[in-house]
């Protein structure tokens, strides 16, 4: 099943709601994406994936995740929502939001962090102080530090 989802991933790092159909609701969709991310990172970490085949699949679609799906304001978009099918919850936006997609996105970090091997340096006594649900579709973080935005945006996840 992973040789088959990295061969459908799209350019740009994400998976179309329909893997077999690019124009079936083409755009970006992070729920999917974090949930393959997050299976094939498992994979690897767990010896059942070749990391040499695998890993750029998920550098790729991390960096989409990461620089695309997660808005400047922590803001997680582009999730599509519950349905019967893809038709049922589109358009698909960057204001689109679930808690599942959420969950999503955190596994796949999870996982993501495993295979950084020291790239992600864990800031000293930075925790997150307090979670606040703000919507039906959102939460609200507050760190123990503030975060600093400069590098956000070319940050990239790499492999030595």
């Known amino acids: 099943m992973a040789k ?28 999917g994406t974090s ?18 085949s695998y890993y750029p699949c998920i550098v790729k679609a991390w960096n989409a995740l990461s620089t695309v799906a ?3 304001n922590g ?11 893809p038709a049922s919850s589109q358009p698909v936006t960057v204001n689109s939001t679930a808690d599942f997609g959420v969950g999503a996105f955190l596994l796949a970090g999870s ?6 091997h020291g790239d992600i340096t864990p800031p000293s006594n930075f925790y997150v102080k307090t979670i606040q649900a703000i919507n039906d579709h959102g939460i609200q973080l507050n760190f123990s530090k503030a975060i600093d935005k400069t590098n956000l945006s070319s940050r990239t996840l790499k492999r030595e």
């Open 4 to 31: 088959a989802l990295k061969d459908r991933q799209r350019s740009d790092g994400f998976w179309n709601c329909s893997l077999d159909d690019p124009n079936d609701y083409g755009g970006p969709e992070t729920s």
């Open 35 to 52: 949930f393959f991310t997050y299976a094939i990172a498992w994979g690897i970490n767990n010896n059942l994936l070749d990391s040499a």
């Open 70 to 72: 997660v808005q400047e």
């Open 75 to 85: 803001f997680l978009g582009y999730v599509q929502g519950v349905g019967s099918n």
């Open 111 to 116: 996982e993501i962090a495993q295979l950084a």
